[in-house]
């Protein structure tokens, strides 16, 4: 148990840690250049926030939730995604009363108690968008097209499904006609699906048990009774997806996992990635704010899972950086220059050079040795004789070809072989 980490669970090690930097660091750029703020919410929420905004009939809040009573016995639970949390910190902060939209979003961990499997994890990662008051379909084009940009900036090809749920003024048609067509094959159903019947029959469509999957192939869906705005909003949303051309599927049969969607529900598939090949989704969800407490506000977002995005990426082949390495090590040619080698490395790093040293006593042969493995294109070695005349040896590693350098010279002729070292 000491040396072994929660089922579900993952460390990402220095090597792996600068895929997802890279990664994190260009969804901050897009959401930048979208104008999206950054919001940071709590690990961990008041239960009764989920179990409203996210919805009680849901697998998430069902079955997947980490709950916990902490010392004063209030019921928490961890995060098991972004969008109830960021629809509450805006109506906790007054958000709603300053100009509109309000456009965030957020980076972070999520934690759901599922079984394990390729892509599925129990604390997970995300990188998401919400934006509050508009329900216009242009703001659906914007969050898809952005979800959409991401993806594309970082090299993937993913599959982009569309469907509009409806609303709660076509919902009942839909209820009806779902409840209506899987009572007539209620033999067939799972038995969650068979509970959940008369609270909740759109989840039958979501069901991944494989007899719910052959009935709901034929069931009646929300396309079939969306009302006039529903409908209007819809064609809408293509038509300024097809002027932005981005290509999407109808996907009549996507319906997210959460209750609070409305109208718009997308998703981004990368087939190649196995059972788990929903890289990211969403959607808008205009009840949700009210649900939650706050007045009528629209609201549309989407989460993207970066383990899922990584292995996507890994799959096609995308470009991925490799382990961060230093610009320059510093070896020495003997330990009393301790504290000369210190005090150069403090120059150098306060240059803005990435630098290191060797701090085990080892054998200049050794520290030799040590500065090829960590990568760094250039090497200092410093030498008392030379230390003297103010000079200081200057190894290129790619060439193996070595120089003495004057000091007041060494972090810009390190800089040279840095730049020669990151083209090669
Ligand atoms: P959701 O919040 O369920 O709409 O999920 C959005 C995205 O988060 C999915 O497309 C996945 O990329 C990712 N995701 C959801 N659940 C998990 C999980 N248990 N493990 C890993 N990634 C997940």
Redesign the pocket.
């Known amino acids: 148990m000491l040396t072994t980490r929660p089922r579900g669970t993952s460390d990402i090690l220095p090597g792996e840690v600068e895929k997802w930097q890279y990664v994190e660091e260009c969804f901050r750029r897009l959401c930048r250049e979208y104008g999206y703020a950054e919001i940071r919410t709590p690990i961990f929420e008041h239960t009764e926030l989920f179990n409203r905004g996210v919805g009680d009939a849901t697998d998430i809040v069902e079955k997947e939730m980490y709950t916990f009573r902490d010392r004063s016995d209030r019921s928490l639970s961890l995060r098991p995604?972004g969008t109830a949390a960021a629809a509450r910190a805006y109506l906790e902060s007054n958000l709603n009363a300053g100009p509109q939209p309000v456009k965030l979003f957020y980076t972070g961990p999520?934690f759901?108690y599922?079984r394990p499997q390729a892509?599925?994890?129990?604390q997970?990662h995300?990188v998401g968008v919400e934006v509050f008051g508009s329900p216009r379909p242009a703001v659906d084009a914007e969050v898809i097209a952005m979800a959409m940009d991401f993806c594309g900036r970082l090299g993937l090809k993913l599959e982009l499904h569309l469907n509009s749920v409806g609303c709660p003024d076509c919902r009942p048609v839909l209820r009806e006609k779902l409840t209506a067509y899987f009572r007539a094959h209620q033999n067939d159903l799972c038995a969650d699906c068979l509970r959940r019947l008369a609270s909740n029959p759109l989840r039958a469509l979501d069901c991944k048990v494989p007899r719910c999957r052959e009935l709901a192939k034929n069931a009646p869906t929300s396309l079939d009774c969306l009302c006039g705005s529903c409908a209007a909003h819809f064609q809408d949303v293509q038509k300024y997806l097809k002027a932005l051309g981005i290509d999407y599927v109808v996907d009549r049969y996507l319906v997210?996992?959460?209750d609070y969607y409305t109208k718009t529900a997308f998703?981004m598939m990368a087939p190649g990635i196995g059972a788990?090949s929903?890289?990211?989704?969403?959607g808008r969800y205009d009840n949700l704010v009210e649900t939650i407490g706050g007045p009528p506000t629209p609201g549309i977002g989407y989460?993207?899972?970066l383990?899922?995005?990584l292995l996507a990426m890994q799959e096609q082949g995308s470009e991925l950086p490799g382990r961060d390495r230093p610009d320059v090590f510093l070896a020495s040619v003997d330990d009393t220059l301790e504290s000369e080698a210190l005090q150069l490395l403090q120059t150098l790093r306060q240059k803005g050079l990435a630098a290191d040293k060797d701090y085990l006593g080892r054998s200049l042969k050794a520290q030799m040795k040590y500065a090829g493995k960590t990568g760094a294109p250039a090497v200092v070695i410093l030498g008392k004789e030379e230390l003297a005349r103010g000079m200081i040896i200057l190894k290129d590693m790619t060439t193996g070809a070595q120089k003495e350098v004057p000091a007041a010279e060494l972090a810009e002729e390190i800089g040279k072989l840095r730049r020669k070292g990151s083209t090669s």
């Open positions: 995604e999520m759901r599922d892509g599925r994890y129990r997970f995300q997210r996992g959460l998703e788990q929903s890289v990211g989704g969403g989460a993207i899972g383990e899922r995005l």
